[in-house]
């Protein structure tokens, strides 16, 4: 099981960014996968899911109207569209799958067993 987060970086206040996770090694076509986040010195929070069947999605208050989750099972991708982005949304995000429902059970953390390693965004004010 491989997880793979890539497009973090550098943006000012009301900027945009594109998150990617790439996934192999899995039955990617019927597992969940979700967006995590860490600011420095915080606790890991829950950003957004979405199903195995890209009919539910799930986002956490903080990000709604801004972020957007989307899947494209052929090339078994992940995507985080952020926009309007807000100081506050510095962190190293995680993508996660979950390995035993085939729609979002919600965003904890336990819930997903596989996890890729972060990629920082950084959003300056």
């Known amino acids: 099981v491989q997880l793979q987060a890539s497009g973090g970086g550098l943006v000012q206040t009301g900027g945009s960014l594109r998150l990617s996770c790439s996934a192999s090694?899995?039955?990617?076509?019927?597992?969940?996968i979700a967006w995590f986040r860490q600011a420095s010195g915080k606790e890991r929070k829950g950003v957004s899911c979405?199903?195995?069947?890209?009919?539910?999605?799930y986002y956490a208050e903080f990000v709604k109207g801004r972020f957007t989750i989307s899947r494209d099972n052929a090339k078994n991708m992940v995507y985080l569209q952020m926009n309007s982005l807000k100081p506050e949304d510095t962190a190293v995000y995680y993508c996660?799958?979950?390995?035993?429902?085939?729609?979002?059970?919600?965003?904890?953390?336990?819930?997903?067993?596989?996890w890729g390693q972060g990629t920082l965004v950084t959003v300056s004010s």
């Open positions: 996660a799958a979950d390995m035993v429902a085939i729609d979002c059970r919600g965003l904890g953390s336990p819930d997903f067993g596989a």
């Open positions: 090694g899995f039955p990617f076509d019927y597992t969940p």
């Open positions: 979405i199903s195995s069947s890209h009919d539910s999605t």
